[in-house]
């Protein structure tokens, strides 16, 4: 299979690569200097000139408290960039395969989101997100939409990298305990992607909405927790800092998030056969592959 990968230096997009590499696909990884998918004649050129079989978007706006200050930025790329792949892909009758995420659901549930659980994203990249998936569905009807959370890898910025360098910085992080939702290792949703890829060039197209995550929820406390624990066990830190749960309403952010956002990964595990890793060892999976970026 001919692969194009948008979003190509991003943490998923690097994972996809690592993924892919050897494998007998051929990937043409293309990151935002190499094709900005807001740029309609850019991304026709890009899959006549490619003529993929396959087209993987991982290329988002992903900053979620930026976005409350610039919609406009936020909405040119994940909507106007998602449609724009959505309509050369059906132009050629490529897959598409799209990221989405956990952020189209308003965080009122208590159980794992399905996936025809009605959406009511609460912040502008939410939003945004959701009305990328609305772009997608109509424009091409070869379409897989993965929605997934909480995203973390030796890649780009997370949540992991971010609290490894605070937990040296300070004695004492307040973290918050009032939000609840699944860590997903990027290398996990790259080999999710791959089974897609791999299961359509048998020809097997089971297309639609999929939940993938990682298969634990937690607080943004307890992932930091479990963070540090791991990190102080394999030698990453020198210290373990002193951890305090504190609530959302005590670190005011300008996007408002989903207090509870565990998806059910039911339907993909039916479809694709793939799990994500436990969470300490992808934890640990992550550290190690920080090592050596
Ligand atoms: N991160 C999370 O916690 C999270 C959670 C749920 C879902 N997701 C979804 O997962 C997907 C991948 O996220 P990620 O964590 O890998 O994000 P990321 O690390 O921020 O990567 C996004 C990539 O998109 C690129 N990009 C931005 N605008 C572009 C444009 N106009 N044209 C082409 N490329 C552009 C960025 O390029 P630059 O490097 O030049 O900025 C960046 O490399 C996204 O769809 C995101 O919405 C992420």
Not at 39 to 46: I, K, Q
Not at 55 to 70: L, M, P
Not at 120 to 130: A, F, I
Not at 280 to 286: A, G, L, V
């Given at each position: ?80 960039g ?17 990221i ?12 794992p ?56 910085e ?10 609840r ?61 002193a951890?305090?749960p ?48």
């Amino acid at each position: 299979m001919r692969v194009l990968l948008t979003g190509a230096n991003g943490q998923v997009g690097r994972c996809v690569q690592d993924v892919f590499a050897g494998s007998i696909h051929d990937l043409k990884p293309m990151d935002r200097g190499a094709l900005d998918i807001t740029d309609s004649a850019a991304v026709s050129r890009a899959v006549k000139a490619v003529r993929p079989d396959i087209i993987i978007n991982a290329a988002a706006y992903t900053a979620v408290d930026k976005a409350e200050s610039e919609p406009e930025r936020a909405y040119a790329i994940n909507v106007t960039g998602s449609a724009n792949l959505a309509e050369a892909a059906s132009e050629i009758g490529a897959l598409l395969i799209h990221i989405s995420t956990d952020y189209v659901f308003d965080g009122k549930a208590s159980i794992p989101y399905v996936e025809d659980h009605p959406t009511n994203p609460q912040c502008v990249y939410g939003r945004t997100k959701l009305q990328g998936e609305a772009e997608i569905q109509i424009r091409c009807n070869k379409h897989i939409i993965l929605r997934t959370a909480w995203v973390f890898s030796e890649y780009g910025n997370n949540f992991l990298k971010t609290m490894l360098r605070l937990g040296q910085e300070r004695d004492e992080l307040g973290i918050v305990d009032d939000q609840r939702g699944c860590p997903t290792y990027a290398r996990d949703i790259a080999r999710a992607v791959f089974s897609i890829c791999e299961q359509y060039s048998y020809g097997r197209e089971e297309l639609g909405i999929y939940h993938f995550c990682g298969n634990e929820e937690v607080s943004w406390y307890q992932f930091a927790d479990l963070i540090f624990q791991c990190a102080f066990r394999v030698g990453s830190i020198k210290k373990v800092p002193a951890t305090k749960p504190i609530l959302t309403q005590d670190y005011p952010t300008p996007a408002l998030r989903p207090a509870y956002s565990g998806m059910s990964v039911i339907r993909f595990k039916s479809s694709y056969g793939v799990v994500p890793n436990s969470l300490s060892k992808n934890i640990e999976d992550c550290l190690a592959g920080l090592g050596h970026v």
